[in-house]
């Protein structure tokens, strides 16, 4: 993979995972939970983010709200 590639595999990973940091903040998540989180390329230029291990109520209160969407008025 070239540089060029890793980069804008990089930069999408790390809007990601600025974007679930961001929106588990909103959620009144405290940064020691999700501190781990952390962008990724593969080798084959994939862009993931790893949230790491997350406590199962973290997780359900996540689960909860994309259930239940909040709609702006």
């Known amino acids: 993979m ?3 590639t890793w980069r804008d595999a990089w930069g999408r990973a ?3 995972a ?3 940091r961001a929106a588990l903040t909103t959620l009144g998540v405290p940064e020691s939970v999700w ?3 952390r962008p990724i390329v ?4 994939g862009a993931y983010v790893d949230l790491g291990k997350l406590p ?3 997780v359900e209160q996540i689960a909860e709200t ?3 969407p909040v709609t702006s008025a």
Do not use: E, F, P
Not at 42 to 45: C, D, I, K, N
């Open 2 to 4: 070239d540089m060029q």
């Open 14 to 16: 790390d809007n990601a």
């Open 18 to 20: 600025q974007s679930i």
């Open 35 to 37: 501190g781990s989180l």
């Open 42 to 45: 593969t080798h084959a230029g």
């Open 56 to 58: 199962a109520d973290v």
């Open 66 to 68: 994309l259930r239940h």
